[in-house]
């Protein structure tokens, strides 16, 4: 017989194994606290009820409808481990509407061409049109609506916009690192106008033999001539493209 | 299985060795020092000046991709500075030969690893 050791439960480990719920109750009260504040321009949120599912938040944006019951959101926080306060329910609670996808309207008005994986490979990169929204970047998907001249006028102004997004060019001995300090997913967005960026970086001084382009998405952008762009890119184990800047103009679109 | 690298297979294997700033610091006036001397033997100036490539190499890469050297970091309790400076054997073999360095660096890449 093993003797009951005082003083431990094995509730009380599982309780500190388990992360303390998210409640219903918590995220109805975030919803109605930032709702209000988020739902701004074409952004409708509302909190409908269903009798049988209980709450639901419906979002809706031009064509893009997003819903949720609440239960299913306070689950979803829990195994986020999102903290059990008023404070940080309605963080996530931004963070979700945050991430609700792009509408057509959207990326037409405000999108930014950047470069991103192909496929979860990580061996292969492509251009992509994003909407910022604060910190964070929501790649856009076109929806059923939008036709082959929509999507093409949308990437075009993508572009475009992309050339002109800005960075911060910095220049370590025989590298130059172009980054997005603001909102790191726009750092590939200078390579819409690679030969911008080259003027800049020779402007700052560096002049590179066969230049070479090193691009891991949502990190900066590594310029140098081929034999340094080989031993940097040869020598990280982190997943990474290297790109003769004459190939820059030839990447396609996701 | 192999353990060479996967690229070019007449690439030189590169090992890291852990520098603090200052380690870094004087590797690098240790070896421009080294090339200012009149009597440098050509292939010893090539490989040093691969030294100085590698040493902002190891700067950009921690800057590109912070999270590998900052989990090393992690574990072992090194200092925040502390970045690996990855050396093939001929360009540690030209430090060693033709630099002056101080002796706790020499000991520093001449050891496996502090």
Do not use: K, N
């Not at chain 2, 950009?60 to 400076?85: C, H, N, Q």
């Amino acid at each position: 017989m093993t003797p009951e050791r005082p003083g431990r439960s094995r509730a009380g480990l599982l309780q500190r194994l388990r992360p303390e719920p998210v409640t219903v109750e918590q995220v109805r009260a975030a919803a109605a606290a930032v709702l209000p504040g988020l739902a701004t321009g074409g952004l409708r949120a509302a909190l409908l009820r269903d009798p049988a599912r209980g709450p639901v938040l419906v979002l809706a944006e031009d064509e893009r409808r997003v819903r949720t019951t609440l239960v299913d959101l306070a689950e979803d926080m829990t195994d986020a481990g999102v903290a059990p306060t008023a404070a940080g329910v309605a963080a996530a609670l931004t963070d979700w509407v945050g991430a609700r996808p792009v509408s057509d309207a959207a990326a037409a008005a405000s999108g930014v061409a950047v470069l991103d994986w192909t496929d979860a490979t990580r061996t292969a990169v492509g251009w992509q049109v994003v909407v910022r929204r604060g910190e964070r970047a929501v790649a856009w998907t076109p929806s059923d609506r939008a036709d082959a001249a929509v999507v093409a006028r949308t990437r075009t102004s993508a572009t475009a916009r992309a050339a002109d997004t800005g960075g911060v060019l910095r220049v370590e001995g025989p590298v130059a690192l172009w980054s997005h300090p603001g909102t790191p997913v726009l750092a590939s967005a200078v390579l819409a106008a690679p030969g911008r960026l080259l003027a800049r970086i020779a402007d700052a001084g560096l002049g590179l033999q066969e230049p070479h382009v090193v691009v891991t998405p949502v990190r900066p952008l590594a310029c140098a001539s081929a034999a340094v762009a080989t031993r940097l890119a040869g020598e990280t184990g982190e997943a990474c493209v290297r790109l003769p800047w004459a190939r820059i103009p030839d990447l396609r679109w996701l | 299985m192999s353990v060479l690298p996967a690229g070019d297979p007449t690439a030189a294997v590169l090992l890291p060795h852990w520098l603090s700033e200052d380690d870094r610091a004087q590797l690098a006036a240790a070896v421009r020092a080294a090339l200012a001397e009149p009597g440098v033997h050509p292939v010893t100036a090539v490989h040093l000046a691969d030294v100085l490539t590698e040493l902002h190499v190891a700067a950009v890469r921690d800057a590109v991709w912070p999270a590998p050297a900052a989990r090393v970091r992690r574990v072992t309790g090194w200092a925040d500075d502390v970045l690996p400076v990855r050396l093939s054997a001929a360009e540690l073999d030209s430090v060693l030969d033709a630099a002056v360095l101080p002796a706790a660096l020499r000991a520093a890449l001449g050891g496996r690893r502090p």
